[in-house]
């Protein structure tokens, strides 16, 4: 089945969606999805268009992560930062964003990995020459986004700072688009609170229900350390695949490796900087896992082993949809 997603064209694309899909399927039968309450302004308003469960709030879902996954493999092959430009990466979003019942539901951080693609993707663009101020404006404007979703977010601004450092010589005027960047948001959001009178709703929901650290755990059953091992056998897959995923690979895109190699490091920081550590918080690692999992079953030369460990991926999803509820 890999074969088909080793080429990044339309039909393959296709494909793709309609495997998002298929994936995510159990929906039909299993309406029963939990109510998180921890986003921030942005998520809350998305939240709000639809019915908690209802099939829209789960087709968007979907088709999201089918966004998300699409993008994902656009800034694997415009950078250049995978051996072939093909859909692999986008695939193993597609499966860590459905390792359980719970993750078909949209959730602020499924929200926030959107905005979040967006400010990695402005960011590795930000190396060419053309257009580079536009860009990390945009770095840093759609990571403040992302934030309006999940606020500890914010946080994945550190990896920009330092990519800046790292890509390039650094520059203080970079540094200064980057904060106007951050800072543009929310100040739009500061004049939309004091027009409609909502700045204390505005700072309650965005900051002090948010940005905390983290003081409870919230309470777990045995089957979620499924989902568990699977992320983490994502990990030890990306780590021990390092000098592969570099090998031949020109300066800049070692670089951009290694920033993805950081933002995994700063996805499982991230989630404790809130009032409870809930387990579906493991989806802050879905971006740098993916990427890991899909470049290195591009160095893999045994493609009935790569047909095997997607099939475990699967396997594993089918079977944590239709026998568990998490």
């Known amino acids: 089945m890999l074969e088909l997603f080793r080429k990044n064209t339309l039909l393959n694309n296709t494909l793709l969606l309609l495997y998002t899909f298929c994936v995510r399927a159990v929906f039909i039968f299993n309406r029963d999805l939990p109510c998180d309450p921890d986003g921030g302004v942005l998520f809350e308003y998305v939240k709000s268009l639809f019915v908690q469960g209802g099939l829209g709030e789960v087709l968007f879902a979907t088709f999201l992560i089918f966004i998300q996954a699409t993008l994902l493999n656009r800034i694997c092959g415009v950078n250049k930062i995978t051996r072939e ?137 045995w089957h979620v350390f499924i989902p568990f091992g699977y992320y983490l056998i994502s990990l030890l897959f990306g780590l021990m695949s390092y000098s592969g995923l570099i090998f031949r690979q020109n300066v800049q895109a070692r670089r951009k490796i290694n920033l993805m190699y950081f933002i995994t490091l700063m996805s499982g920081i991230v989630i404790w900087f809130q009032s409870e550590l809930r387990w579906s918080d493991i989806q802050s690692a879905i971006i740098p896992l993916a990427f890991l999992m899909g470049a290195f079953l591009q160095i893999v030369k045994n493609k009935l082993l790569s047909e095997l460990i997607h099939l475990i991926f699967l396997s594993g999803v089918l079977f944590l949809h239709y026998y568990f509820s998490a």
């Open 85 to 221: 430009n093909s859909l692999l990466p986008g695939l193993f979003l597609v499966l860590l964003s459905s390792l359980s019942v719970s993750f078909l539901a949209l959730s602020p951080i499924m929200l926030a990995n959107f905005f979040l693609l967006i400010a990695i993707h402005n960011f590795f663009l930000s190396s060419k020459e053309s257009g580079t101020a536009s860009r990390i404006f945009n770095t840093g404007f759609f990571t403040s986004v992302a934030a309006f979703c999940f606020q500890p977010y914010l946080i994945f601004l550190l990896v920009f700072f330092v990519g800046m450092a790292m890509l390039r010589s650094f520059k203080w005027i970079e540094c200064i688009q980057m904060l106007t960047g951050i800072f543009v948001p929310y100040l739009l959001l500061f004049i939309y609170g004091f027009v409609f009178d909502q700045i204390p709703q505005i700072i309650t929901l965005q900051w002090y229900n948010q940005w905390q650290i983290i003081n409870s755990f919230a309470s777990i059953s």
